[in-house]
Structures are given as C-alpha cells and as structure tokens.
C-alpha cells in the first residue's frame, strides 16, 4: 500500500438520525440506480441513444431492481444477524438455505459468478473451492458491497474485512478488491468524507498494483472530462462481456467523482454509459446516496422503489431495501459486535497521500501503467 497520512472518519457521536438518513440513501440510492440501469444493461452509449436519447430517468413501464438489489438484501440480512462476528461458514451456510438449497427449479437469475458458485455448491464443495470458476473476477461481489459500507460507517478497513468473508464463498482476486473498493468507499461517504477521500479510501484497501486500482485512478483522473473520457479510460473493447469487476467498478466511482458526489448526475452518468449499466449505477447510487441521504434522491424515482420481488432470488421476495437499511443502523449508532450490540469505535482511516489533494491530477495515472489509455 502507499504511503498514508491520517484523516479522521467516525461519524460524530450523537448523529443517528444523519447516519441513519445516509444508510437510507446508500441502499435506496443503490436500488434507484439498478431499476434506472437495468434497461441500459448491455448497451453501447450509442445504442442508448438511439433508442431513447439520453437516459434522464425511469424508461421501463415498472421499473424495479435486479439481482443487484436481491443480492444487496441477501448481504444485508446475512449482515444484521451476525454482524462483525460475520465468519465464512455463516455465508456459506446462508447461500445453501437461501438459494442453493430451495427446491424452486432452474436457477432464476443473476449473473455468471452466481450461477458457477451455485454449481459448486450444490456439488458439495465449500469455501474458498466454491468460488473456483470462471467468473470469479465478475461485479457480482461489488453489486452486494454497500450493506458493509453501510454497516462499518466511518471504518473502510472493516468495511473491506467483512466484504472479504462474504466474497470468498463466489469470488477471487479482483472480484474480492472490486467489493472491498465499493463496501471501503460507502463506510468513507457514510462518516461524511468528501468524494476525493471516499475515493482515496476505496483505494487504500486494494492492492497498488491490482487491475481495480489501476482502472480505478484512470477513471478519476479523467473523470472531469466527462463520462464519454471515463468510459474510454477503463472499457475493454472487444471483451464481449460487461461484468468485469475492475471495469464497472471502475466506471461507477468514475460516474461518482464526475459528479462530485450529487445523486442525480452520478447515477445518470453511469446509466448512460452503458455497459454493465445496472451495476454500475447501483454502485453510483449506493455512493452518493451516501454522501448527500436519501433526501438527495428524486421523490418519483424513490417512490418506484418497492418490496423484492423475488424475479432472481425467490427467498428475497417482499424484502424492502429500506428495511435493510434500518437493520443495519441501530438506534444511537450501536452496532453488533460477537456479543451483540456494541457501541461504536472511533476510528481514522488511511488515505494515501498521493489521493490526499483535490483536483483530478491528484489520481493522475502513472506514466508507466501498462494499462493507461486503453
């Protein structure tokens, strides 16, 4: 990791309502974004266009989340019963009574990290072998990443500890840095960071020299030239499929930082770049309804915004978003610990110095990244 230089991230004592307003908006934020995305999912900017000009908001008759958004409840859930003492075998366990498990026929949905997990599973191997497929580099880790951020408000080092355990049962390597970015990034925004920090924080907890970081420090690098400079900084073309970790990770902080934080414009500008749109604009909303609460989001778009419907995971069904929210931000800030609720610790986290500037030459990428202006 690079070198650090300490900025302090405990939300202030006292504040519940406000850490409870940004829980809100993170995990709204993130289902607003996956219902705005998920017709764009897939597509070129140009086919956007052509089909619908440029997105500005819901373009499905009834709009609603994804996988994206089952999959963040299921995290979420699992999170409020075990908390920090969260282990392994607990996830393990959830994914087999959950969803590999129920006798509900052919798998439903979500993406390819999901599907060859449940193969393995249901063929009696256990963590970390569950998560030997070809897909353990996908988003499917980074699209259920925001409960932990939400949870370890003002703690993106624990944030990206808890991420680990509950990625090691379907992802590997960049699929676990691509979550632990998002979960850091959510916990930096929820204790009130500006965007350059929610950024540099997410950084902090991946490797230097990782795929994520560095397609992560050319999307911010670019991101004031717009989406159309953040999109050609980080999309590898010709690669027939959109869930790459790095990439839609990469794409959704980019979105952030292009909008200094504001929900509207990152959530937009990540659906309008296409790709893995429903995804990346989850992870926007998830950041950003962090940073400005749930009051940021626009009433029509929150208000489409109901219970699971159980199109990809049938356990999920009925679950609301906002009750994970609420699950996960105790009344006076209290939160679990191994022995039940526990009050939370102050804690600073590091930044690295070279993202501890404002402006966008702060995450210049170096001239020597192999992968710089691809």
């Given at each position: 990791m690079a070198s650090i230089a300490c900025i302090p991230s405990a939300p202030a004592s006292?504040?519940?309502?406000g850490l409870r307003d940004r829980a809100r908006g993170a995990l709204l934020g993130l289902a607003v974004g996956d219902a705005l995305g998920a017709p764009a999912e897939n597509m070129l900017p140009s086919e956007i266009r052509a089909k619908w000009g440029r997105i500005t908001g819901y373009v499905a008759e009834h709009p609603a989340g994804?996988?994206?958004t089952e999959y963040a409840i299921f995290s979420g859930l699992?999170?409020?019963?075990?908390?920090s003492a969260l282990t392994v075998a607990h996830v393990e366990s959830a994914w087999h009574q959950w969803i590999a498990d129920r006798d509900e026929g052919p798998?439903?949905?979500?993406?390819?990290?999901?599907?060859?997990?449940?193969?393995?599973?249901?063929?009696?191997l256990a963590?970390?072998?569950?998560?030997?497929?070809?897909h353990a580099?996908?988003?499917?880790?980074?699209?259920?990443?925001?409960?932990f951020g939400v949870f370890a408000a003002g703690r993106p080092a624990e944030a990206a500890r808890l991420v680990a355990i509950d990625g090691s049962v379907s992802h590997e390597g960049?699929?676990?840095?691509?979550?632990?970015?998002?979960?850091?990034?959510?916990?930096?925004?929820?204790?009130?960071?500006?965007t350059i920090a929610v950024v540099a924080s997410a950084l902090a907890v991946v490797p230097d020299d990782s795929w994520t970081a560095r397609s992560l420090r050319r999307a911010v690098a670019v991101a004031h030239r717009g989406e159309r400079?953040?999109?050609?900084?980080?999309?590898?073309?010709?690669?027939?499929w959109t869930d790459l970790a790095p990439e839609a990770v990469a794409l959704a902080f980019g979105a952030y930082a292009a909008a200094d934080g504001a929900f509207t414009e990152s959530v937009l500008t990540a659906v309008n770049m296409g790709r893995d749109a429903d995804t990346t604009a989850a992870v926007a909303g998830a950041l950003a309804g962090a940073t400005r609460g749930v009051s940021a989001i626009p009433a029509e778009w929150a208000a489409a915004i109901g219970p699971a419907r159980g199109s990809c995971l049938p356990s999920m069904e009925g679950h609301h978003i906002l009750d994970v929210a609420e699950l996960l931000t105790p009344e006076n800030g209290e939160k679990w610990g191994a022995g039940g609720r526990v009050p939370p610790a102050p804690e600073t986290y590091a930044v690295p110095d070279a993202y501890a500037l404002s402006g966008a030459d702060a995450f210049e990428a170096p001239a020597d990244d192999p992968g710089a202006g691809r």
């Open positions: 006292g504040n519940a309502a994804t996988d994206d699992l999170l409020a019963r075990h908390g798998f439903r949905g979500a993406g390819f990290s999901e599907r060859g997990t449940l193969e393995n599973l249901r063929r009696g963590a970390p072998i569950s998560a030997q497929h070809r580099w996908s988003d499917g880790l980074a699209m259920r990443a925001a409960p960049e699929g676990i840095y691509g979550g632990q970015a998002v979960a850091a990034g959510v916990a930096a925004a929820m204790a009130g960071a500006p400079a953040v999109r050609s900084a980080v999309v590898i073309g010709g690669y027939p």
